[in-house]
């Protein structure tokens, strides 16, 4: 824990001494549900299934391929946040009638945009419906005016060619299934969190393509189950300094304190009437703030001398 002080004296009313208390950066954790998730169709390479409770992903057993993608929104964490760890977690709800076949899935970055769609299917909902416009689907990233680079997407230009984060899938009674945390996927969200206008989320896609009857379908964020919807884990701290204090004046009969205030930390005023004795009692608690902000606090000085301190958390 940070401390700094600082003396002024107010001409006539009041001397202060002004203690800052800043915390060290400290671990936090959050748990963020999909703000995107839609499957890609080879059997069915021009419809889309974005508002289904479900993706799939994997080979089915007459040898067309599916592909998921995920995307999740990041903007809740301030771009000073500094990622330690990431894992997505997904759950299988449904495997083919023949046995399963386990098989090794992967997250692999996305390098360009998606549509997700809201296509809900009726009848062969594996396959999904007739894609709208800026749906993802087997030939576009938006249909139909952005195609990927090749059908499915292309690694190397449409995704990256090497694996995020990885683990073994095999049937319902396995879920939920963890991805990470690796330092991939660590770095995938920190570029994310620095620079949201490239989360592009990741595809999700079964390592083994070649092999039959790894096809699974998976909760998706429509999913009524929260238990079985997609989630990312995050592990992360936002650094921070000591709060910066922009005035310390009388105003009128009142003590003015101002300061600048950082996204992500709560801040409380406390204060005591001798400098060498008696514990520091609460004044007034400011609250958080989601953004950088300057923040002005005024207290009466019914004392010839109090002493305030400035906490942050």
């Avoid at 092999?211 to 921070?240: E, H």
């Avoid at 910066?244 to 996204?263: C, D, H, P, V, Y």
Wanted: aromatic share 10%; hydrophobic share 40%.
């Amino acid at each position: 824990m940070g401390v700094r002080g600082v003396n002024c004296y107010m001409p006539g009313l009041v001397a202060v001494l002004l203690t800052l208390v800043a915390p060290m950066a400290r671990p936090a954790s959050l748990i963020l549900a999909p703000s995107g998730d839609a499957t890609m169709i080879e059997v069915a390479p021009t419809n889309s299934n974005g508002g289904q409770d479900f993706f799939n992903c994997g080979t089915t057993q007459n040898g067309p391929r599916n592909r998921a993608l995920l995307r999740f929104d990041l903007s809740s964490l301030p771009t000073n946040t500094t990622i330690l760890s990431a894992a997505v977690v997904v759950s299988v709800v449904h495997v083919p009638a023949e046995p399963a076949v386990s098989a090794p899935f992967s997250l692999h970055r996305m390098l360009r945009d998606w549509g997700e769609g809201t296509n809900v299917a009726v009848q062969n909902i594996g396959q999904g419906a007739p894609a709208k416009l800026g749906d993802a689907t087997w030939t576009h990233a938006q249909f139909n005016t952005n195609a990927w680079a090749a059908p499915g997407g292309a690694p190397g230009v449409d995704f990256a060619a090497f694996e995020s984060g990885s683990t073994f899938i095999y049937d319902i009674g396995g879920s939920p299934y963890t991805l990470g945390p690796t330092t991939e996927l660590a770095s995938d969200v920190q570029d994310w969190v620095q620079n949201p206008s490239i989360n592009y989320g990741w595809m999700f896609l079964c390592g083994d393509e070649g092999t039959r009857f790894t096809a699974k379908r998976f909760g998706s964020r429509q999913n009524s189950n929260p238990d079985v919807q997609p989630q990312l884990v995050l592990n992360y701290v936002i650094p921070f300094g000591s709060p910066r204090i922009t005035r310390t004046e009388r105003n009128g009969t009142n003590f003015l304190l101002g300061f600048q205030a950082e996204a992500g930390h709560s801040y409380s005023v406390e204060y005591r009437d001798a400098l060498d004795s008696g514990a520091w009692a609460a004044l007034a608690d400011l609250g958080s703030f989601s953004s950088t902000t300057s923040v002005v606090f005024l207290d009466p000085a019914v004392q010839p001398m109090r002493y305030y301190r400035l906490r942050a958390f």
